[in-house]
Nanobody
Framework: QVQLVESGGGLVQAGGSLRLSCAAS????????MGWYRQAPEKQRELVAA???????NYADSVKGRFTISRDNAKNTVYLQMNSLKTEDTAVYYC????????????????WGKGTLVTVSS
């Protein structure tokens, strides 16, 4: 099986910073995409930042210039550096990966972490 484990969430004042980590483990053959989503109370889950095929990145307009996604391919780990945090960033942040496994090469499967809570106070 494939498992995603997030860490780094917490409570921070507006204007502060946090760094999230997500480590993927299991019988992964290849990673098609990997990144971060978030869900605020009473809101839909939305993409925050992600790596796509070829290593390109996508960011939500609301976080451009403030958040940076990075990766360590050897460790199947992605990070999200969040600077200049706003109260609007308060949400549960979920790691996501779209992968093929060693047992079914070429078949794409989506996996989600359990989430880590980020709370930004005013």
């Amino acid at each position: 099986q494939v498992q995603l484990v997030e860490s780094g969430g917490g409570l921070v004042q507006a204007g502060g910073s946090l760094r999230l980590s997500c480590a993927a483990s299991g019988s992964i053959f290849s990673i098609n995409a990997m990144g971060w989503y978030r869900q605020a109370p009473e809101k839909q889950r939305e993409l925050v930042a992600a790596f796509t095929r070829g290593g390109s990145t996508n960011y939500a307009d609301s976080v451009k210039g403030r958040f940076t996604i990075s990766r360590d391919n050897a460790k199947n780990t992605v990070y999200l550096q969040m600077n200049s945090l706003k109260t609007e960033d308060t949400a549960v942040y979920y790691c996501h990966a779209r992968v093929t496994t060693a047992q079914a090469v070429g078949v794409l499967m989506d996996y989600w972490g359990k989430g880590t809570l980020v709370t930004v106070s005013s």
